[in-house]
């Protein structure tokens, strides 16, 4: 793998546009279909929306295809649906082929969507048997989770399978969440990372610290592709330059 490379942007807004601007030139050095999975939480949001408002037009939404890292078992007009939060910033405001959205089906008996969702993925992108995505694109929480694999389950994150049933540790919350390989064979992964609260976090991962190899976000290492951290100067507070 080669190294991660962290981008240090003044606010989120600033981060939203230059993660646009990466966005855009992965689109462009790539031809064809381009495969991308979102994110759930805050930071993906501010760019949807900052993605709705200054590129609607000047992105060939037909190229694009847009899956999940995970979801939140809840119907997808939950308030608490990931695609739910995806269609208003995001779908609903730029035209895009409904052909070209695959969702993670929460509303359905969580074994089952994990299941159809692997399915989904064998069939549309892999080559071999593992999926390539073209983008993975991840939040980290507080306690170093990343898609929805948590400290807890991180076993989860090495499961053979490509998606698998998580909870959320304090909630109880069901989640379907693709796990370690495929995240890790994507041709690029990049995190969207802002706020004080994940100052440690991201510290302790940058540094390579032991306790941080409990933290699902320190296990994404791509095979072969790139890893960037997008991070606002909050979150990026304690990372050395060297
Ligand atoms: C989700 C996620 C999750 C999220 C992090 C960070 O569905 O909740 O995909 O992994 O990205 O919790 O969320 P914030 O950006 O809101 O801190």
Redesign the pocket.
């Known amino acids: 793998m080669e190294e991660p490379v962290a981008l240090v942007f003044e606010d989120t807004d600033k981060l939203a546009k230059g993660f646009s601007e990466f966005f855009m030139k992965l689109l462009d050095q790539k031809e064809g279909d381009f495969n991308v999975a979102l994110?759930?939480?805050?930071?993906p949001k501010i760019w949807f929306d900052h993605l709705a408002e200054n590129h609607r037009l000047d992105i060939d939404w037909n190229r694009v295809h847009l899956y999940w890292?995970?979801e939140?078992c809840v119907p997808p007009d939950n308030n608490d649906s990931?695609y739910g939060m995806t269609k208003l910033h995001l779908i609903d405001p730029i035209q895009i082929p409904k052909t070209n959205i695959h969702r993670i089906l929460g509303e359905k008996d969580p074994k089952e969507a994990a299941s159809l969702y692997a399915n989904v993925l064998l069939n549309n992108l892999t080559k071999d048997s593992i999926p390539i995505f073209d983008l993975v694109i991840?939040?980290?929480?507080e306690d170093g989770?990343?898609?929805?694999i948590f400290p807890k389950e991180i076993d989860l994150w090495n499961s053979d399978e490509l998606c698998v049933v998580a909870t959320h540790p304090t909630s109880g919350q069901q989640r379907i969440s693709i796990t370690g390989k495929v995240i890790n064979n994507a041709n690029s992964v990049a995190f969207l990372v802002a706020?004080e609260n994940k100052t440690e976090r991201v510290k302790e991962i940058f540094d390579d610290e032991p306790h941080a190899a409990y933290y699902p976000a320190s296990q994404v290492k791509p095979i072969h592709g790139t890893l960037h951290w997008f991070l606002d100067v909050s979150a990026a507070k304690l990372i050395n330059d060297d």
Do not use: F, I, K, V
């Open positions: 994110s759930g939480g805050s930071t890292g995970d939140r990931n991840l939040g980290m929480g989770h990343t898609a929805s706020g």
